[in-house]
DNA sequence: GCGCTTCTGATACCTGGTATCATCTGCTTC
DNA sequence: GAAGCAGATGATACCAGGTATCAGAAGCGC
């Protein structure tokens, strides 16, 4: 495993306008080489697996800087603290976990507007912010 | 403000098989006269400006003792840490929160079926967890 | 009132995350 | 290719939220 991010990964890193640095890279590339979510203390184990000089500051402030380009998102999951999930997608959505091989979709936009438009409606609510996190098992692992 | 909890609240904490001891009676009362989720901080606060006593230990651990007993539900809020609640209704449950005076709707069981079924047919999940919380402005703040 | 069981408070610890600061390095300009 | 600077890095200390442990206290059924 060379973990080493994709070029469309660079390129969304370049475009909001951050450097592509060594440790970006192989931060970037353990996310997009893991299969689910990576909690903070296993992407923390995963990335000094590779470089054990790089420091957690610079793993937490990389992971803001990805998050804020759009490249990886935090996915709460039921029970323990989340992860965080490197996203093919860029922009705003919400996820699907599958609870046992960690396999994940992305809900479809236009079924999370329907929900949120029949909430809006039902309690007379503007909705700013929906965070919908579902998780069960995906049909290959029931 | 007398903060001691209601005779449902203490009705539901006996029937979950826990006993009334004056700190659940003062925690719970501090969360039921809330009128908006409160953080861990802002509980421990209040709840140190009503017995200083009370150690943090037994804050958290009546918090989870009355999640057990279905009188407590921590919620998710955007940004922040999130807060807890104490709802009048007993099981598990969605929240709309309204981000400028914190008051709190349940989602409505239908609506929410209604989403989970679409994401699992759409997608062959068997969904186990849905967290869905939604926060916007309620129709006296916008 | 007795005794079992549960609860409490103090404390130390853990995890996830942020702040600070001196040093280093990627990228642009020339 | 070298220079300069903004942005990135690593070490470290710190914070908040939460858990583990354990001796002692208190609730409740008898």
Redo the contacts with the bound molecule.
Sequence with gaps: MLCVASESVRSRI?AA?????????L?AGVLEAAEAPL??????DAVALR???????????????LQDAGVVQ?VPLPG???G?LLCPTSGHHHHLVCQRCGRVEDLLEDEVALFVGAVARDHGFDIDHAGLELSGHCSGCR
Excluded: K
């Design positions: 370049l306008g951050q450097r592509i640095t060594p440790q970006r890279d931060i909690g903070a203390q296993e992407l923390l470089d054990a000089g790089i420091g957690r500051a610079t793993v937490f402030r990389t992971l803001q800087s935090h323990d603290q989340g965080y």
